[in-house]
Antibody, heavy 121, light 108 residues
Framework: QVQLQESGPGLVKPSETLSLTCTVS?????????WGWIRQPPGKGLEWIGS???????YYNPSLKSRVTISVDTSKNQFSLKLSSVTAADTAVYYC??????????????WGQGTLVTVSS | SSELTQDPAVSVALGQTVRITCQGD??????ASWYQQKPGQAPVLVIY???NRPSGIPDRFSGSSSGNTASLTITGAQAEDEADYYCNSRDSSGNFYVFGTGTKVTVL
C-alpha cells in the first residue's frame, strides 16, 4: 500500500523559504495519482496548499499561490513543497497526501504522519 | 475563511447517534469527504464519495447529503470515536479544495 513520509527543517526563519519533501513508498509516482500538501496551524483547522500530478501539472490554493511551488522528482519517488517569504502565520504541521478526484468528488488518502514547521528567528 | 461551515463542537452519549453537519454552497454540486483526527495524529479518511467507507472504517460511520448540507452520522458512538472531524470538498468555483472548520466530538 502507498505510504508517505514528510521530511525537512523543523525551524525556518521569517522571510526565508520553507522546503519540505514527501517520500512515497509502495507506489511509483510516475505511474499516476495526484499528490497534495495540506497544513494545520497549532490548534486550528486544515488548509489545502496545493496539488501536483505526476506529469508536473500543479494547482495551488489562491490564497498561497504567489508563494508556493510544488514539484515532483520521479527519479527519487518524491514530491516537494516550497513556501517563500514565510511568517509566523506559516507555523503549522504540514502533511502530504494522495489526492483522489473525479467530476463530483475528491478526497485525500492516505496521509503522511505530518511534520511541524515553526517559523521563528 | 472556510467556505465549508461546521458546528464547533457536539457531544453524544456512549452508544447513541450523532450527526455532524457541513454547510456550503459547493455541496449542492460536489460530494463531501470526511476525516477523523485524534490529538497528535494525522487525519484519517472515514467517508468519501456518495457514502463510501475505506477499508477498516466501522460501518457505524455513514455519510449523506441534502441541498447545501453534507452530514456524517455515527450510529452507536464509541469512546474511540471522540475526535475532531473535518469535511472536505471543492470551493464555490469548483476549481480548488477546501476543508470545513471542524467539529470536536465528545463521547459522554
Amino acid at each position: 500500500q502507498v505510504q508517505l513520509q514528510e521530511s525537512g527543517p523543523g525551524l525556518v526563519k521569517p522571510s526565508e523559504t520553507l522546503s519540505l519533501t514527501c517520500t512515497v513508498s509502495g507506489y511509483s509516482i510516475s505511474s499516476g495519482y495526484y499528490w497534495g500538501w495540506i497544513r494545520q496551524p497549532p490548534g486550528k483547522g486544515l488548509e489545502w496548499i496545493g496539488s501536483i500530478y505526476h506529469s508536473g501539472s500543479t494547482y495551488y490554493n489562491p490564497s498561497l499561490k504567489s508563494r508556493v511551488t510544488i514539484s515532483v522528482d520521479t527519479s527519487k519517488n518524491q514530491f516537494s513543497l516550497k513556501l517563500s517569504s514565510v511568517t509566523a502565520a506559516d507555523t503549522a504541521v504540514y502533511y502530504c497526501a494522495v489526492v483522489w478526484f473525479g467530476e463530483w468528488y475528491n478526497w485525500f488518502d492516505p496521509w503522511g504522519q505530518g511534520t511541524l514547521v515553526t517559523v521563528s528567528s | 475563511s472556510s467556505e465549508l461551515t461546521q458546528d464547533p463542537a457536539v457531544s453524544v452519549a456512549l452508544g447513541q447517534t450523532v450527526r455532524i453537519t457541513c454547510q456550503g454552497d459547493s455541496l449542492r454540486s460536489y460530494y463531501a469527504s470526511w476525516y477523523q483526527q485524534k490529538p497528535g495524529q494525522a487525519p484519517v479518511l472515514v467517508i468519501y464519495g456518495k457514502n463510501n467507507r475505506p477499508s477498516g472504517i466501522p460501518d457505524r460511520f455513514s455519510g449523506s447529503s441534502s441541498g447545501n448540507t453534507a452530514s456524517l452520522t455515527i450510529t452507536g458512538a464509541q469512546a474511540e470515536d471522540e475526535a475532531d472531524y473535518y469535511c472536505n470538498s471543492r470551493d464555490s468555483s469548483g476549481n480548488f479544495y477546501v476543508f470545513g472548520t471542524g467539529t470536536k466530538v465528545t463521547v459522554l
